[in-house]
C-alpha cells in the first residue's frame, strides 16, 4: 500500500472548504502518498475559486469541475475514474468527518484479505459514550433514518454493518473493476454498498469520530434520500 487517494465532492462548500483541505493535507499517513482529488459538482458560490487558489498555491489538489450541477453521485465517479491510489476514500468537503481517521481505516488494509472498510459513526459513537460523554449524532429522524437503511441493507444482503449511509467508504481500487457504478446522486451510497456485497465481499467496520452540521450550516441530505436509499439497495437486490 503506497498511496491513498482521497475523493472530494463538493457543492456550495465555501464556509467550510479551506478548512477542510488544509486537515487533509495536514494529516500524516506514515509514509503513504495522499492522492487528493477535488470536485466540484457545479458550484455556485467561490467554492471552486477556494479550491483552485490552494491547489496552484500547494501543488496538492488535483481539481475536476462540472459547468452544472450533476449530483453527488456523479462527482464521487468522476473522482474515483480519476484516481490512481491503492486504497480509495471518499470525504465530504464539510467538516463533519474528521481525516485523522483515515489512519484508523488503513490500518485493516495491513490484512491484504481486506478489500473494503467502513468508518463507522455509530461504533465511534459508542466508544465516545462509554468513555463517559454524551452522545454525538444529527437529528434524531435523521440517526434513525440511517439506522433503518442500515437494517434494510443487512436484511436484504445478509450484512452485519452497523452504519451503511457514512460518508467514509474506502475501498481497494481494483475492486472498482468489478462494480459499474451509475448513481448520480446521494443514492451512490446504497450503490456501492450493495454491489460490493453481491459480490461476495466482507465490509470491515471501524469507529470514526463524528460531528454533525445542522441545515443552517449547509447541511443538504433530506429524508427523501433515505426513501430513495431503500429503494436502490431492493431494487439492485431483486436485479
Known amino acids: 500500500m503506497k498511496k491513498l487517494s482521497i475523493i472530494i465532492p463538493f457543492y456550495n462548500e465555501a464556509a467550510t472548504l479551506e478548512t477542510l483541505l488544509n486537515r487533509v493535507r495536514a ?3 506514515g509514509g503513504i502518498e495522499k492522492e ?4 466540484d459538482d457545479g458550484s455556485t458560490d467561490d467554492s471552486l475559486a477556494i479550491v ?3 491547489a496552484t498555491a500547494t501543488g496538492e489538489i488535483r481539481v475536476l469541475a462540472f459547468a452544472k450541477n450533476r449530483g453527488k453521485g456523479s462527482a464521487v465517479r468522476a473522482g474515483l475514474e480519476a484516481a490512481t491510489g491503492d486504497i480509495l476514500i471518499i470525504q465530504d468537503a464539510d467538516l463533519e468527518y474528521d481525516p485523522e481517521d483515515y489512519r484508523t481505516i488503513l490500518r485493516e488494509y495491513r490484512d491484504p484479505s481486506v478489500a473494503v472498510v467502513f468508518g463507522s459513526r455509530i461504533l465511534g459513537e459508542l466508544r465516545h459514550v462509554n468513555n463517559g460523554a454524551s452522545r454525538r449524532h444529527s437529528y434524531h429522524r435523521y440517526y434513525w433514518g440511517g439506522r433503518f437503511v442500515t437494517l434494510v441493507a443487512n436484511l436484504v444482503y445478509g450484512a452485519h454493518l452497523t452504519d451503511e449511509p457514512t460518508c467514509y467508504k474506502s475501498l481497494r481500487r481494483e475492486l472498482l473493476k468489478e462494480i459499474q457504478l451509475d448513481s448520480t446522486g446521494f443514492e451512490f451510497c446504497p450503490e456501492i454498498t450493495a454491489k460490493i456485497l ?4 466482507r465490509i470491515v467496520e471501524v469507529p470514526i469520530r ?3 452540521r445542522g441545515f443552517e450550516e449547509g447541511k443538504k441530505i433530506r429524508y427523501t434520500d433515505g426513501v430513495k436509499a431503500i429503494w436502490t439497495l431492493i431494487k439492485l437486490r431483486l436485479r
Open 198 to 201: 453481491q459480490r461476495g465481499h
Open 210 to 212: 463524528y460531528y454533525p
Open 52 to 54: 483552485n487558489r490552494i
Open 27 to 29: 494529516v500524516d499517513l
Open 36 to 39: 487528493i482529488i477535488a470536485v
